[in-house]
C-alpha cells in the first residue's frame, strides 16, 4: 500500500495518508487530517530496501553482529537455509559434505547429531561444523593455546 508523505502549509504538521493503489492517489485530493486543508507539499520520503541477512553479511552493511546472536539457538532448518543462501552467494561449489550438512540441517537434525556422523567434518579447518569449536577461544586444548 503506498503511503505518500505531506507537509500542510496551512498548520505545519507533517502527515502521511496510505491510498490502496497509486491510481487511487493519481485521483484523489490529499488534505490534512487535522485542519482538513488541502493546501499540501509532497515530501520526498526514504525508501527502505529489506535485504536477507547473508547479503547484509557479505556487503559489510552490518553495523554490529547482534543479528546473528540467535544462530547459537536457531532450529537447524533456519540455519540450513542461512548456510545454503551463504553458500549461493560465495558462488562457488562448496562440495558434498557441505551440501550434506546442509540438507540434515534442513531436514531439522541438530548439528551436533550431524558432527558425530561425520567425524572427519572440517579438519582441514580445525574440526567440526564452522572450523572453529567453543574450546578454540580460550577454553580447551586447540592449536591457538599453543
Known amino acids: 500500500m503506498p503511503v505518500y508523505e505531506f507537509r500542510c502549509n496551512a498548520c505545519g504538521r507533517k502527515v502521511a495518508l496510505r491510498y490502496a493503489t497509486i491510481a487511487e492517489y493519481a485521483e484523489a485530493t490529499p488534505a490534512c487530517p487535522r485542519c482538513k486543508s488541502t493546501d499540501l507539499t509532497r515530501l520526498i520520503s526514504r525508501v527502505g530496501i529489506k535485504r536477507s541477512l547473508t547479503s547484509r553479511l557479505f556487503s559489510g552493511d552490518l553495523d554490529d553482529d547482534s543479528s546473528l546472536d540467535d544462530l547459537d539457538n536457531a532450529d ?60 578454540d577461544f580460550g577454553g580447551g586444548d586447540s592449536a591457538l593455546d599453543s
Open 76 to 135: 537447524p532448518a533456519m540455519l540450513g537455509r542461512l548456510l545454503r543462501e551463504m553458500g549461493d552467494e560465495v558462488g562457488e561449489d562448496m562440495g558434498p559434505e557441505f551440501d550434506e550438512v546442509i540438507t540434515r540441517l534442513e531436514r531439522g537434525e541438530a548439528p551436533e547429531d550431524i558432527e558425530a556422523t561425520m567425524p572427519d567434518l572440517g579438519d582441514d579447518m580445525g574440526g567440526g561444523l564452522g572450523g572453529l569449536g567453543v574450546d
